[in-house]
């Protein structure tokens, strides 16, 4: 999951290039170059974090070119060395190209164009590109024309952005199941994989669809589909985020910032959706598909990571609350199931970014089954947000840090309010639970003002090499949420499980080098609870526990406890949630871990 952007316009196209690169190193970090024409053409690239890049292209760049591309990887094909990095180039040093995604056939052209004598350098997919845009450049002798021809011959999922000292004033870019958004600015234009790379210079985009190709001139732009080899029209949308949301501003990483947020993004979720006093939920993105989600007998969730365990805490509220059976399925699990699917069940997607390839394959296995596709995402205008025949945003503002954490926050809340609407009020929790969602902001303050005593814990905690998340009901999700943080960020051995399931096997890991987090908070489980507490004791492990604020018989079974304010037992897990995100944050700055950017890792993960 890489990140590319192309510019061209009035500025010194370096600038907007390198900026870009850095808002979008949370795809891939491992490697970055540029490529740039101005007269000539010119290459940088360099193993590592884009500031690497920068620095030797302000040692190397002597011009200001008006045309450049840029690429920040995480490589799927190839080590990240200076020859694998991007952009890649055909052999007569003449076209360059930077790549989001896997080429799966490009063993097959390979091999056809080594027969006709090309050289390839590199271990990438991504070679094959340049090297077959020459292949049919020499033939066709236009570049619009070669360009389509490629595209027409490649098969998986690619974001491409091409440049050619030979026509130093066109910018050439494509898309197939990869994002890419077009930003138009005043006299300039540049492409980014996301919209937070195109921000700073202008708010209008145009985000291409698949199989669409672009040819940019420094005064215009214009579309072709290559399936259908016609011209497509697009107008410019306008973005609805502002640049301050992904400044850090005080904060010295996105992650700590993110979790901050958490009061914000509550509020934001059920901003204009909630009317407490008169028990009214409003979800105007489901409004297209009222009357078909009246018959939606069965919900299938299908999602990834931290979006699937929200799924797991949203089978709960809509089982309980709207009593419409749920099953939650791992997106890359249920792409190749071969199992029996009714029509009056609906698929509901769940992503932060909207552009998870594994979810998108998902929705794709299901497209004219006449299953209503349903989508609950954060990204603005992504591809899950577009394929879906309605949906909810989850308006938490552009997530920077690979972890997720105020998007788990913003997808529970938006899973309470759906849960809420299909029980069409059919629900004794619906006032309640409305009242505590508008109160729950100010309870979300109260726990990050713990900071302090959460960090000493995770101090403390962090020494284990080994780490149990338990919980019953709604927290049995969370506990899988809390472990997946811990392993994400500290790189710490760390497993969920169902507190039921302990004396089941996991028990048998317990002792003094093993610690416990359990999620204790109130709720109908409780009891059953302190009992595994007691049995970990009992095997002489150490216990962290989650507990609601009043409850002073836990003082006395864990070693230590950390207290959420009261509130109902489903909205406990939005409050117990921000505990488990600090535990993970701290313990990761404990053990010396770039929390934003941890290894291996990237935001969005754009292949299967
Ligand atoms: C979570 O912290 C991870 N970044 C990852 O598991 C993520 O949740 C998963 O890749 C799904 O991403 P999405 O929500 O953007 O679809």
Not at 47 to 66: C, I, M, S, Y
Not at 364 to 390: F, H
Not at 580 to 606: E, I, M
Request: a neutral charge; hydrophobic letters at 40%.
């Amino acid at each position: 999951m890489c990140g590319i952007v192309g510019y061209l316009g009035s500025k010194n196209a370096l600038a907007p290039v390198i900026d870009g690169l850095q808002a979008l190193e949370y795809r891939g970090y491992d490697s970055a170059g540029v490529a740039f024409i101005d007269g000539g053409a010119h290459l940088v690239k360099r193993v590592g974090r884009v500031d690497a890049l920068a620095k030797a292209v302000k040692a190397e760049a002597k011009t200001k070119p008006h045309l450049a591309i840029g690429h920040t990887r995480w490589a799927t094909h190839g080590a990240p060395t200076i020859i694998n990095a991007h952009p890649h180039i055909n052999q007569d040093g003449t076209i360059f190209v930077v790549h989001n995604g896997i080429i799966e056939n490009f063993a097959e052209i390979k091999t056809k164009l080594e027969q006709l004598g090309y050289q390839f350098v590199s271990d990438t997919d991504t070679e094959v590109i340049p090297q077959l845009i020459d292949y049919h450049y020499k033939k066709l002798k236009s570049f619009d024309k070669a360009f389509e021809q490629a595209l027409t011959e490649l098969r998986g999922a690619y974001a491409i952005a091409m440049v050619t000292s030979e026509e130093p004033e066109n910018l050439y870019a494509a898309r197939l199941s990869s994002p890419l958004v077009l930003g138009v600015g005043k006299g300039e234009f540049i492409l980014a994989s996301d919209p937070t790379a195109i921000m700073e210079h202008t708010k209008k985009v145009v985000y291409l669809n698949d199989y669409e190709m672009v040819k940019i001139t420094s005064k215009n732009y214009s579309i072709r589909n290559i399936q259908h080899s016609k011209k497509v029209r697009r107008v410019a949308e306008t973005l609805d985020f502002d640049v301050e949301q992904v400044k850090l501003g005080d904060y010295p990483n996105f992650m700590l910032k993110e979790i901050y947020e958490a009061p914000q993004t509550i509020r934001m979720a059920t901003l204009g959706r909630i009317r407490p006093e008169s028990a009214i939920v409003k979800l105007g993105g489901l409004a297209n598909v009222e009357l078909k989600l009246g018959s939606v007998e069965r919900i299938l969730i299908v999602a990834c990571g931290t979006s699937y365990y929200a799924g797991l805490v949203g089978e709960y509220l809509i089982e309980e609350i709207a009593g419409i059976p749920v099953e939650v399925q791992l997106a890359s699990e249920f792409k190749y199931r071969d199992e029996p699917l009714e029509p009056n069940t609906a698929v509901l997607a769940i992503s932060q970014s909207g552009e998870t390839a594994d979810t998108i394959a998902a929705l794709q296995k299901v497209e004219g089954s006449g299953m209503l596709r349903l989508g609950v995402v954060n990204a603005v205008g992504s591809t899950i947000a577009r394929m879906t025949d309605a949906g909810v945003y989850c308006h938490a503002g552009p997530e920077q840090a690979v972890a997720s954490t105020k998007a788990f926050i913003a997808q529970v809340t938006v899973l309470h309010l759906l849960a809420l609407k299909l029980s069409k009020g059919r629900t004794k929790l619906f006032k309640p639970l409305l009242k505590d969602l508008d109160e729950l902001p100010k309870k979300a303050e109260l726990v990050l003002a713990q900071a302090k005593n959460i960090e000493r814990l995770a101090k403390k905690y962090s020494r284990f090499e080994d780490f149990l998340f338990i919980g019953r009901r709604l927290s049995y999700p969370l506990s899988l949420e809390g472990a997946l943080k811990l392993k994400e960020i500290a790189y710490i051995h760390a497993e969920g499980y169902a507190a039921g399931e302990m004396k089941h096997g996991p028990l048998a890991m317990i002792d003094k080098q093993f610690g416990t987090l359990v999620i204790a908070t109130d709720g109908p489980t409780l009891e059953k609870t302190y009992s595994n507490i007691q049995e970990i004791k009992a095997r002489g492990g150490l216990v962290v526990a989650i507990a609601t604020k009043g409850n002073r018989r836990i003082a006395k079974l864990a070693d230590d406890v950390i207290y959420v304010p009261k509130s109902l037992e489903q909205t406990q897990t939005l409050l117990a949630v921000i505990v488990l995100q600090l535990f993970a944050y701290y313990a990761a700055l404990k053990l010396g871990k770039n929390v934003d950017r941890p290894r291996n890792l990237a935001k969005s993960v754009t292949v299967e």
